[in-house]
């Protein structure tokens, strides 16, 4: 049985840093898409930033200040995020496509492109 768990997720003060990681289990996706979202109370699920044919990319608010890392030897993709502001508080979640090929890049940003799910782990940043 395939299984994403997030870890790393806590209360940080506004320009802390937190590095939150992604452990995946049950099979392999070692070449697979592999990205992480976040979702605010009453908002929409945001894309944060993936891995796709090898390549990170992210999502207008974060570039600069997150970095995407995957360690396949560990099964398990990072990511670390500077300059924390109020606004990065939700709950951040890993996914990951069950096709190990590189996707089209407009599907990257959308929630539905994702077969696997982990149950998020909560960031929230004091102001």
């Known amino acids: 049985q395939v299984h994403l768990q997030e870890s790393g997720g806590g209360l940080v003060q506004n320009g802390g840093s937190l590095r939150l990681s992604c452990v995946t289990s049950?099979?392999?996706?070692?070449?697979?898409?592999m990205a992480w979202f976040r979702q605010a109370q009453g908002k929409e699920r945001e894309f944060v930033s993936a891995?796709?044919?090898?390549?990170?990319v992210y999502g207008a608010s974060m570039s600069g200040r997150f970095t995407i890392s995957r360690d396949n030897a560990k099964s398990t993709m990072y990511l670390q995020m500077n300059s924390l502001k109020p606004e990065d508080t939700a709950i951040y979640y890993c996914a990951a496509r069950d096709s190990p090929n590189r996707i089209i890049s407009s599907l990257v940003f959308q929630p539905t492109t994702y077969d696997y799910w982990g149950q998020g782990t909560q960031v929230t940043v004091g102001s």
């Open positions: 891995f796709n044919g090898g390549k990170a």
């Open positions: 049950g099979r392999t996706f070692s070449t697979n898409t």
